[in-house]
């Protein structure tokens, strides 16, 4: 129930509204939920040809269609939107950063987590 509070939610004791606007333990909670909830996605659909993950794998690279096609299901499935070139822009800039230093599966986790975090996530 403490985690539910500090998330902003309500439990009848210690809250009875709920939070109108975020808060810093707020987005702190937000935060490690999707850091979370993106390393879980990729232990289990990663270069497995399933689940959120499905189109891409270890080779798969931006100039690749399904790199693109991933990024663009993602989009609509995570925020309700059509992707515009600017988001697929930023977001590959991020995944190659990642890709750099750390792997194909850790910057797909990065995506992931960047697209949980997103207050058109959050908010969808």
């Known amino acids: 129930d403490l985690f539910r509070i500090m998330a902003g939610g309500v439990d009848g004791e210690k809250s009875f509204s ?3 606007f975020p808060s810093i333990t707020t987005s702190l909670v937000f935060k490690r939920y999707a850091q979370d909830v ?7 659909s990663f270069d497995q040809g399933t689940g959120l993950l499905r189109y891409v794998h270890q080779f798969s690279r ?3 269609v399904e790199f693109q096609q991933q990024l663009d299901e ?6 309700g939107t059509e992707p515009t070139d600017e988001w697929r822009t930023e977001i590959t800039v991020l995944w190659q950063d ?3 230093t ?4 850790t910057a797909w986790t990065a995506v992931l987590s960047a697209m949980l975090q997103d ?3 959050v908010t969808y």
């Open 74 to 79: 993602l989009r609509w499935l995570l925020h």
């Open 62 to 64: 931006p100039s690749y």
């Open 38 to 44: 993106a390393t879980k996605i990729a232990d289990t």
């Open 98 to 100: 990642v890709y750099n």
């Open 18 to 20: 709920p939070q109108l």
């Open 119 to 121: 207050l058109d996530f």
């Open 102 to 105: 750390n792997g194909a599966k």
